[in-house]
């Protein structure tokens, strides 16, 4: 049974500090792993999908790597901003087509002025 | 393009109640999944619609809970009767392709307090 985890449960850094959330998952045999953010009563933001092939997906800011061997994705948020201060949520793809995501609890992101 | 859209964004019902959830996925995506975050747990999968056809419903937690998609357009979850812990967030995500090289669009949410 796929487990993610995701540590810290809550991180708080001042503005301009490199941010970098961990995700680690327990079966290497995923499809994908998607990054979201989610924003307090808001849904789930897309930030990177990284294919299994995939060692890394960068977006501006963003970097995501990936290292299937170990069961570990990281997530990389260069110089932050109040504006990133959100739940950042780490899913793995599994089943048939690997649509099917595992949820990791999320890590709580302060970013503080 | 118009988002992925969940109705209602809140409801409160009574214990023994019955309560139907609405998603609208993106225009065009075949693929529909519900979703669902009960209080203190991870995101948990419900279930996987292709057009009007269930693909996966192995996260549906029991018999009181009943999906359907019509016409392969927009999808229902009905939970007849409510209880305690079905409250939390139950979201509804589209995609267009099935397949592990496309991501999702997640909607916002509906958040159900069960009393």
């Known amino acids: 049974k796929q487990e993610v985890t995701q540590i810290p449960a809550a991180l708080s850094v001042p503005e301009g500090e490199n941010l970098v959330l961990n995700c680690s998952f327990t079966?290497?045999?995923?499809?994908?792993l998607q990054w979201f953010r989610q924003d307090p009563g808001k849904g789930l933001t897309s930030l990177l999908l990284?294919?299994?092939?995939?060692r890394e997906q960068t977006s501006g800011r963003l970097n995501a790597s990936l290292d299937k061997s170990s069961g570990r994705s990281t997530l990389y948020i260069a110089a932050s901003q109040p504006g990133d201060s959100a739940t950042y949520l780490c899913?793995?793809?599994?089943?048939?087509?690997?649509?099917?995501?595992?949820f990791g609890g999320g890590t709580r992101v302060l970013v503080k002025p | 393009e118009a988002g992925v859209t969940q109705f209602p964004s809140h409801s409160v019902i009574e214990k023994g109640q019955t309560v139907t959830l609405r998603c609208d996925p993106i225009?065009?995506?075949?693929?529909l999944y519900w979703y669902r975050r009960v209080m203190g747990k991870e995101i948990k999968f419900l279930l996987h619609f292709v057009k009007e056809s269930k693909q996966d419903e192995s996260g549906m937690p029991n018999n009181r809970f009943l999906a359907e998609r019509t016409g392969g357009t927009y999808s229902t979850l009905k939970v007849q009767p409510a209880e305690l812990e079905d409250s939390g967030v139950y979201f509804c995500?589209?995609?267009?392709?099935?397949?592990?090289?496309?991501?999702?669009?997640f909607g916002s949410g509906t958040r159900l307090t069960v009393v």
């Open positions: 990284i294919q299994s092939s995939q």
């Open positions: 899913a793995v793809g599994r089943g048939a087509a690997g649509n099917k995501l595992t």
């Open positions: 995500a589209s995609s267009q392709f099935s397949g592990f090289n496309y991501g999702y669009t």
């Open positions: 079966d290497s045999a995923i499809y994908n």
């Open positions: 225009s065009g995506h075949d693929n």
